[in-house]
T-cell receptor, first 113, second 117 residues
Framework: AQTVTQSQPEMSVQEAETVTLSCTYDTSENNYYLFWYKQPPSRQMILVIRQEAYKQQNATENRFSVNFQKAAKSFSLKISDSQLGDTAMYFCAFGASGSRLTFGEGTQLTVNP | GAVVSQHPSWVICKSGTSVKIECRSLDFQATTMFWYRQFPKQSLMLMATSNEGSKATYEQGVEKDKFLINHASLTLSTLTVTSAHPEDSSFYIC?????????????FGPGTRLTVT
């Protein structure tokens, strides 16, 4: 079975600064996918970024980028130029065959003005 | 594209009654639909996985007779909470996958807040 661990229950950052959220996972699968989802106060799950494990290049989406270390089973999310609208709960998720997702416990990020 | 809706967004029911939550894929045919439960400040817990025309697969510890899932078409899945009790109060989220592109990606509905009084 897969496990996903987010060791930072809460984090805060000043507006316009950079913050990194940590995620580690454990699996015996070789082909899998990793995701970061954002859940704002509305509670709608929003995909932030995805990474295919077979790709060595780290995924980027505008201000969001990941540091994917496959051997270390680490998948951190970096948010640059933080904005007030980035305040949300962030979930790291693992997906393999069958499209089932395993979520981490979440990190509540607060961006301060 | 890939929009998933849920109805209702918020429902209050009395203890002992049943309540049905609908999950629809609006602009695609869903190969698989998932139902999650989320308590405040906690992560999403998978309750069951369903495919059109098949019986749902429930996660360990989830009562299949209490949480009835019907996946009657490629765009609609329903979750019925039978004989609801206050401890069933929670936020229920559905998601769906499609055949292509990105068959592994789940698209989430906006969630349904259930309050049992």
């Amino acid at each position: 079975a897969q496990t996903v661990t987010q060791s930072q229950p809460e984090m805060s950052v000043q507006e316009a600064e950079t913050v990194t959220l940590s995620c580690t996972y454990d699996t015996s699968e070789n082909n899998y996918y990793l995701f970061w989802y954002k859940q704002p106060p509305s509670r709608q799950m929003i995909l932030v970024i995805r990474q295919e494990a077979y790709k060595q290049q780290n995924a980027t989406e505008n201000r969001f980028s990941v540091n994917f270390q496959k051997a270390a089973k680490s998948f951190s999310l970096k948010i640059s130029d933080s904005q007030l609208g980035d305040t949300a709960m962030y979930f790291c998720a693992f997906g393999a065959s069958g499209s089932r997702l395993t979520f981490g416990e979440g990190t509540q990020l607060t961006v301060n003005p | 594209g890939a929009v998933v809706s849920q109805h209702p967004s918020w429902v209050i029911c009395k203890s002992g009654t049943s309540v049905k939550i609908e999950c629809r894929s609006l602009d695609f045919q869903a190969t698989t639909m998932f139902w999650y439960r989320q308590f405040p400040k906690q992560s999403l817990m998978l309750m069951a996985t369903s495919n059109e025309g098949s019986k749902a697969t429930y996660e360990q510890g989830v009562e299949k007779d209490k949480f009835l899932i019907n996946h009657a078409s490629l765009t609609l899945s329903t979750l019925t909470v039978t004989s609801a009790h206050p401890e069933d109060s929670s936020f229920y989220i559905c998601s769906a996958t499609r055949a292509s592109p990105l068959a592994y990606e789940q698209y989430f509905g906006p969630g349904t807040r259930l309050t049992v009084t």
